[in-house]
C-alpha cells in the first residue's frame, strides 16, 4: 500500500489501456494541454537543406529553357515536407482539458519489453510539459514486468509507475487502484520471447489479493473512485467473454486463471461493502468495451483502450455531486 497525495488537484481522469503505444498516448495528452507556449513549430535542419537543394535546382532548371525540363513545375519527389515540432511531435486532442488533472492509466503499458533507457526517453521530455500544466500521469500495473511499479522504477515529478492497493489523494475524493492482471496471449508472448530475444511475459503478472492492505485502507480513508484491471464477476461482460478466444483454443489454463482472477476482484469487492466503504464508480479496461453499468448504487464504466472517463464530470451526472461547492477534505 502506497499513498500519492495530489491534494491540490480537484479533476481525475482514467484512460484505458495503451496497449504500450507510449507515442499515441502522448500526442493525446500533450493535444489536450493547454500551456504550450514554448512549445512552437520548427523546421528540420535536414528540410532546411533539402529546401536549398531545390531552391538551387529550380535555378539551374531555369537556364535550360522556358520552363525547364519540368515545365516551370516541380518535379513530384521534390514536393514540399511537412515541418516538425521543436520539442513534441503532432498532437491529438482527446476532448478534456487535461491541465490541472491527474490521469491514471489502466494497465497495459508494455513496462519491461524494453530496457528501462527507452522509457526515460520517452517520458522525461512529456515530464516537462506536464510539469508546465500541473498534471499528473500515474501508470498502473497491467500485464506488465512487475518490477517497474514494486520498484517504483519510473519516479519523475509529474510521471510514475504506482504500486498495487495505492490510494491517490485529490482534493475532494480518493482513488484506490489496484493492478495486474492475466495476458490472455501469454502462449504467443512466450514464443514472441523466443524469436526477438527479449522479455514479453511475466509469470507474476497476475493481481494479488491483499486482504491486510485492503483493511488497512478501509480503515483510513473513503474511497469516492476504483481503478483495476478487471472487475467482478457479476460485471459486463460475462464469466464466458473469451470462451470462444483463439488464444484459449492455443492455451486450456487461461480461461481458469481470467476466472480466478475475477473471483480475487468478487473478494475485493465484498471486502469493500462490507465495511460500508461503497464506491460511486468502478472502472476497468481488461475487455476493451466501453460499457455502464449500475449495480448496487455503483457505476461500474469498462473503456476501450485509449478512452478517456472523467470521474468528476460523472459523479456529477449520476449522483449529483457538486464539486464546485467549498466541501471538507476528502468528503466523497
Not at 515545365?71 to 516538425?84: E, F, I, K, W
Amino acid at each position: 500500500m502506497k499513498v500519492y497525495d495530489y491534494g491540490k488537484t480537484k479533476n481525475c481522469l482514467i484512460c484505458g489501456n495503451i496497449d504500450g503505444n507510449f507515442d499515441r498516448f502522448i500526442k493525446t495528452v500533450v493535444g489536450s494541454l493547454r500551456n504550450l507556449k514554448s512549445y512552437v513549430v520548427e523546421t528540420h535542419p535536414k528540410e532546411i537543406e533539402r529546401q536549398e537543394r531545390l531552391a538551387r535546382k529550380r535555378e539551374e532548371d531555369s537556364h535550360n529553357g522556358a520552363g525547364g525540363i519540368f515545365g516551370g513545375q516541380v518535379a513530384p519527389h521534390y514536393a514540399p515536407r511537412p515541418t516538425r515540432l521543436k520539442k513534441m511531435p503532432k498532437m491529438i486532442d482527446c476532448g478534456y482539458n487535461l491541465t490541472g488533472t491527474v490521469i491514471i492509466v489502466d494497465g497495459c503499458n508494455g513496462f519491461g519489453e524494453r530496457d528501462l533507457k527507452y522509457y526515460h526517453d520517452k517520458l522525461e521530455m512529456f515530464n516537462k510539459v506536464l510539469a508546465d500544466n500541473n498534471t499528473h500521469v500515474l501508470f498502473m500495473r497491467g500485464n506488465d514486468d512487475p518490477k517497474y511499479f514494486e520498484d517504483a522504477l519510473i519516479n519523475l515529478s509529474n510521471i510514475k509507475t504506482i504500486q498495487d492497493y495505492s490510494v491517490i489523494k485529490l482534493s475532494k475524493f480518493n482513488c484506490l487502484c489496484i493492478g495486474g492482471r492475466v495476458s490472455l496471449d501469454r502462449t504467443w508472448r512466450m514464443e514472441q520471447e523466443k524469436r526477438v530475444g527479449r522479455k514479453m511475459y511475466w509469470e507474476n503478472e497476475r493481481m494479488q489479493y491483499n486482504e491486510e492492505d485492503i483493511d488497512k485502507i478501509l480503515k483510513e480513508y473513503n474511497i469516492a473512485c476504483v481503478v483495476t484491471a478487471s472487475c467482478p464477476s457479476f460485471a459486463y461482460p460475462g464469466m464466458n467473454s473469451f470462451k470462444h478466444s483463439t488464444w484459449a483454443s492455443k492455451d486450456k489454463t487461461v480461461i481458469k486463471d481470467i476466472t480466478e482472477e475475477r473471483v480475487i476482484m468478487d473478494k475485493i469487492y465484498n471486502k469493500i461493502v462490507e465495511n460500508n466503504k461503497k464506491p460511486y464508480v468502478w472502472v476497468y479496461s481488461r475487455f476493451k468495451i466501453s460499457n455502464q453499468n449500475m449495480i448496487n448504487d455503483i457505476l461500474f464504466q469498462s473503456l476501450n483502450p485509449f478512452q478517456f472517463f472523467h470521474f468528476n464530470d460523472t459523479a456529477s451526472s449520476f449522483f449529483k455531486i457538486d464539486f464546485s461547492k467549498m466541501l471538507k477534505e476528502n468528503e466523497y
